[in-house]
Structures are given as structure tokens and as C-alpha cells.
């Protein structure tokens, strides 16, 4: 990807888009950098990574009115964890670069001085990793039957390494409509056999989910998301995101 305009940054916090109602965000990782300095150091400092942590700060356009708007949201999100998953400036169509995290909602700042645009800012911690992966199903695409998605070349999961996976309800219609995801891999492009590595909850109703892998290796290489959908009439549109960290 070479130089660009931030023009089209989208963001998915837990079954909640975002995108038209933020004009500012900013993803930040670090480690505790831990002293080890001794008399064998030759006169320089010495330092090992301590813990981590990340940070995504945004802000925009304050609505409020149903679940969709940043207000209903924010509310209801403050002080839970749960799934983020940020565009690198694309649609986020499927392969598309992302940024995904399960974050502590940790604060929410609205409104300004009289005459302005009524603007919001917020912040969520992380509880896991700020992992750089791809984005598995688009957006805008409503499913109505149960299905798989592209096969993507995530790579193999070394030991230690995790597979993180964010999916984002983001709507639900029909006569109780259901949708339960998964996560599998296989060897090579053409998912002969694929392995469930990891499955979702059953979900109904916008929300999100974050799961991960539990840290021993994973030879397959490729991965996608799949998902069974139920009820009469259904119509569900969802994100996800997978990553190794």
C-alpha cells in the first residue's frame, strides 16, 4: 500500500458501524520497556519488553437516537470489552488490511460550545493484542443462507502464536433470525477437509465477538470464516476480521 489520504477509514466496535459517524481515529502499541542494566553493559543502558498494552482513540459527529448511533452506543458499550476491527483506509472488502483488538470501552467526551457541529471523543484499552490481519467477510453483504466465505492466506500459527478472529453483527432481520460463525482452516486454497478451529456463539441481534486460538501451532495455512444462518426470512449483515499475533 503506498502513501495515502485518510479518505475511507472504517470502524467496527462491537456490532456498531461506525464509519459516517467518525472523522478521527488513532490505533497506538508499546511495551514497558524494563531496565536490565548491569556491569557487563559497557556503559549503556539495557532494556527487555515488559507487558503491552494498546490504545484506540476516535472521535467524530455525535448522534443518538437507536442502537446504530454513536450515543446509544457508547452507553451501552462503557465499560464492557469487546471486539474493535479497523479499516487501514479500504472498504474493507474481503483480503483487505485490518487492525482488530477486544478493547475495555474505557471513556466517552460529548458536546462543544454553542454553534458547533456536537462532536464526541472516545477511548478503548486493550484486553488483548492490537492484532494486524485481514478482513474475512465484507460489510455490506447480507447473508440469507448458511454459507462460507474466501479463503484467505493468513499463514500458519507458530508455537506460542495465536489466531485472532472479530466478528461484528451489525444488523438482524426477519422472523428469529440467527446466526452461528466459525472459524476454519485448512492445508491449501481448496478447503477439502477444513478444520473448525474456532466457533461463535449463536448470535441473534447486532453485537460482537472476539475469539483466539489457545497458543499451540497450527500447520494450516489458509483460513476463512463460514456460518450457519436460521430462521424464517432471515437477512443478517456482519464483518470479521482474522489475524496471528
Known amino acids: 500500500m503506498s502513501k495515502t489520504i485518510l479518505t475511507n477509514v472504517r470502524t467496527f466496535a462491537l456490532g456498531v458501524d461506525l464509519t459516517s459517524q467518525s472523522n478521527k481515529v488513532e490505533l497506538s502499541a508499546e511495551f514497558e520497556d524494563k531496565d536490565t542494566t548491569n556491569y557487563a553493559s559497557a556503559g549503556w543502558h539495557e532494556c527487555i519488553a515488559g507487558l503491552g498494552s494498546a490504545e484506540l482513540s476516535a472521535e467524530g459527529q455525535w448522534e443518538a437516537g437507536d442502537a446504530t448511533k454513536i450515543d446509544d452506543a457508547s452507553w451501552a458499550q462503557l465499560g464492557s470489552v469487546g471486539p474493535w476491527s479497523i479499516s487501514a483506509n479500504n472498504a474493507a472488502a474481503v483480503g483487505d488490511l485490518a487492525y482488530l483488538v477486544s478493547a ?142
Open 104 to 245: 475495555l470501552r474505557s471513556s466517552y467526551t460529548l458536546f462543544d460550545a454553542v454553534g458547533e457541529v456536537a462532536p464526541w471523543s472516545g477511548t478503548a484499552k486493550s484486553s488483548w493484542p492490537l492484532v494486524r490481519g485481514q478482513f474475512a467477510h465484507p460489510p455490506g453483504t447480507a447473508r440469507t443462507s448458511t454459507g462460507t466465505g474466501t479463503g484467505l492466506n493468513v499463514g500458519a500459527v507458530t508455537t506460542g502464536k495465536r489466531l485472532y478472529a472479530a466478528l461484528h453483527v451489525l444488523s438482524a432481520t426477519g422472523t428469529t433470525p440467527s446466526i452461528t460463525a466459525r472459524v476454519e482452516s485448512s492445508a491449501d486454497n481448496t478447503f477439502a477437509s477444513p478444520t473448525t478451529r474456532l466457533t461463535f456463539a449463536a448470535a441473534a441481534a447486532a453485537g460482537g465477538q472476539a475469539l483466539r486460538t489457545d497458543g499451540t501451532a497450527i500447520t494450516d495455512a489458509w483460513w476463512r470464516i463460514a456460518w450457519t444462518i436460521s430462521g424464517t426470512t432471515p437477512s443478517i449483515l456482519f464483518a470479521a476480521t482474522l489475524g496471528i499475533q
